[in-house]
């Protein structure tokens, strides 16, 4: 489903599979086998990928873009994560963190998103 979609939105941009290429720096080759579904792409070409097509990363990978709900909630968990780590960096008396405090730092700030 990728490679499809992949190839809908090359198509889409009037673009060959050697412009595509040249556009995200990766052989032509490979784009085809990404078309095809004969290799998978890394993540950074994902992200490659999206940018050039101005698509989300979600709607290369599922199909489905990211609802504007769901960006805002998300933009609002990770609005208030942050806002709490602030508060507890301004009020720290002796930094740096030790790693089991890191570790339960990005706990914290994955659980609460």
């Not at 992200?47 to 599922?62: K, N």
């Not at 960006?71 to 008396?93: C, E, F, T, V």
């Not at 030790?98 to 998103?113: G, I, R, V």
Request: charged share 20%.
């Amino acid at each position: 489903m990728l490679g499809a979609r992949i190839a809908a939105l090359r198509r889409q941009n009037g673009w060959s599979q050697t412009e595509l290429a040249q556009k995200i720096k990766i052989s032509a080759s490979a784009v085809g086998m990404y078309e095809q579904g004969r290799r998978e792409p890394s993540a950074d070409t994902i992200v490659s990928l999206a940018h050039i097509f101005g698509v989300s990363t979600d709607y290369l990978l599922t199909g489905h873009a990211i609802d504007g709900k769901d960006l805002d909630a998300a933009n609002q968990a990770l609005h208030g994560s942050l806002s709490s780590a602030q508060a507890i960096l301004r009020n720290r008396p002796d930094p740096p963190f030790t790693k089991e405090e890191l570790a339960t730092l990005f706990a914290a700030l994955l659980l609460d998103s």
